[in-house]
């Protein structure tokens, strides 16, 4: 199935830990996105890779690094997790000149 | 900087009904506007969008918008709802201009919740 897939879809995790959210893209687009959508369902933009460069940096915590092995790959890792990341995490891609993005269906991360 | 604003939390609305879900936005040049759709539990799903020509536009399950430059806005309508149809519904607007960092802004979604 052509997608965006998301590993893992739940994670619970204790304060202080180190978790990384993986995700992949078969659609041959060439950007992709994380985005943050909080207990209220507001969905914020992350970071966006453009070709494995970054090219979208909003205010996040330097806890947050985003890694882009290649362009079909775009990795999170959160350092120091606090009760606060508690999210659901989107990754989206797209094509350069497309206009929509194709969302993976999210990891729900829990810190305890 | 682009925004979009979605003035309803929550759209009720009787199973056979029209259904309508409000949207404007702002942006500096012409907007690329997006619906999606967000069931329990899931992704976000595309509905449909305006980049240019009719301002009527036609989506998926029946939905279709109409962008309105004059008013800012970008309504999802349905002539006729189904409980099916009950879920969380989200605007999004994209600035062409910005090339690659050209990114998509959502509003902070309506609810809709179809009842027989």
């Known amino acids: 199935d052509t997608a965006v897939s998301q590993t893992p879809k739940y994670l619970v995790t204790q304060m202080g830990n180190d978790k990384s959210i993986k995700c992949e893209q078969n659609?041959?687009?060439?950007?992709m996105y994380w985005y943050k959508q909080d207990s209220k369902k507001f969905l914020k933009i992350m970071f966006s890779y453009n070709n494995k460069e970054l090219i979208i940096n909003e205010t996040v915590p330097n806890r947050f690094s985003p890694k882009s092995p290649d362009k079909a790959h775009l990795n999170l890792h959160i350092n120091s997790l606090e009760l606060g990341d508690s999210a659901v995490y989107f990754c989206a891609s797209s094509r350069t000149g497309d206009y929509g993005y194709t969302f993976g269906s999210g990891t729900r991360l829990t810190v305890v | 900087a682009q925004s979009v604003a979605q003035p309803e939390d929550q759209v009720n609305v009787a199973e056979g009904n029209p259904l309508t879900v409000k949207c404007t936005y702002s942006?500096?040049?012409?907007?690329?506007l997006f619906w999606y759709v967000q069931y329990p539990n899931r992704g976000l799903q595309f509905l449909l969008k305006?980049?240019?020509?009719?301002?009527l536009v036609k989506g998926s399950y029946g939905f279709e918008a109409e962008f309105n430059k004059s008013q800012t806005s970008f309504h999802l309508k349905k002539p006729s709802a189904l409980v099916s149809d009950s879920a969380l519904y989200f605007c999004a607007v994209r600035d062409p201009w910005t090339g690659t960092a050209s990114k998509l802004t959502f509003g902070t979604g309506t609810r809709l919740q179809v009842t027989l």
């Open positions: 942006v500096s040049g012409n907007p690329y």
């Open positions: 659609l041959g687009h060439d950007t």
């Open positions: 305006y980049i240019t020509g009719d301002n």
